[in-house]
């Protein structure tokens, strides 16, 4: 990481909190370790996510993929668990 690209962090991440406010985005996780990203994207088609993507900060330091899921699962998709009293 430069000292250019460390800049634009700040504005990506106004961008990126303005997309999971808008429910754009599901999840964002960035690994340290790696240097890579998981977004989850709620969009029409894959040039739609190319749009949002389009539009961070630090596009232009990004190669990615963009696969359309067929399922998502977890724990904060799940009804609460039942407590009895």
Partial sequence: MDEQFTTLVP???TYINYLINKG???SYAVSMESYRSWLMITAESKDEV???LRKSPLFKYWTFEIDELFVYDGQ???L???QMN
Avoid: C, V
Wanted: hydrophobic share 25%.
């Fill in 80 to 82: 609460p668990a039942l």
């Fill in 76 to 78: 904060t998709y799940r």
């Fill in 11 to 13: 504005p990506h991440r």
């Fill in 50 to 52: 190319r749009e949002y």
């Fill in 24 to 26: 754009i985005i599901d």
